[in-house]
C-alpha cells in the first residue's frame, strides 16, 4: 500500500528525495517487532553492508542540518544508500512524501513549493494497521504483547551476531 502511494505520488509530483539524500537517514529510528524481524532475517541471510555516516554530494543542501536529527541510521551505506531498501521499515518508506500528520500535511520540505492535496498518505491510519498488523504477528509468533519499538541499531547488533534477536531476550 505504501509503496503504491510513493508511486502516485512520484507520477504526479518531483520530490527532492533522491538516492544518496540521507537528512531523513540520520536518527536511530525505531520499528515494530514485525518490521525488527524482516530487517532482521534480511541481514541474516543477505549479511551487513558497512555503515557510512558520509555525507554525500546530494546532501549539500542549505537545510541539511536542520533536517538531520544526530547519527546516522545503523543500515545507512556507502553513498548515502540504505543497505536494506528491500525490508525497510514503513517510516523509511514513508519519508519525504505527503502525510496527513494530525490537523497537518507534512512533506519534506526541499520538495515545496508543492500541492500534496491530490496524493496525501493518512499517517494515523497507516500507523493503526501497522500496529494491528504486528499484534497479529507477535500473537501468531507466540510472542504476546511487545512493549515498545526496537530501534534500528539493535536489530543490526543482533543480526550481525550469533544469538537469537535481542528483543525476544
Request: proline share 7%; charged share 20%.
Amino acid at each position: 500500500m505504501v509503496d503504491g502511494h510513493g508511486a502516485r505520488v512520484h507520477e504526479t509530483h518531483e520530490l527532492a528525495c533522491q538516492p544518496g539524500c540521507t537528512a531523513c537517514c540520520r536518527q536511530d529510528l525505531a520499528v515494530t517487532v514485525v518490521e525488527a524481524d524482516a530487517v532482521f532475517a534480511w541481514v541474516r541471510e543477505h549479511g551487513a553492508a558497512p555503515q557510512s555516516a558520509s555525507r554525500t554530494e546530494v546532501d549539500d543542501h542549505s537545510r541539511f542540518e536542520e533536517l538531520a536529527y544526530g547519527e546516522a541510521c545503523a543500515f545507512l551505506g556507502e553513498a548515502g544508500l540504505c543497505t536494506v531498501y528491500e525490508v525497510r521499515p514503513i517510516i523509511c518508506r514513508t519519508h519525504g512524501l505527503p502525510l496527513q500528520i494530525e490537523a497537518e500535511v507534512s512533506v519534506c520540505p526541499l520538495s515545496l513549493p508543492l500541492d500534496p492535496s491530490p496524493t496525501v498518505l493518512d499517517l494515523a491510519g497507516l500507523n493503526l494497521r501497522l500496529a494491528l498488523i504486528a499484534q497479529l504477528y507477535e500473537a501468531g509468533e507466540g510472542l504476546g504483547a511487545h512493549e515498545g519499538r526496537v530501534p534500528l541499531s539493535e536489530v543490526r547488533r543482533s543480526a550481525l551476531g550469533d544469538g537469537p534477536p535481542s528483543w525476544y531476550l
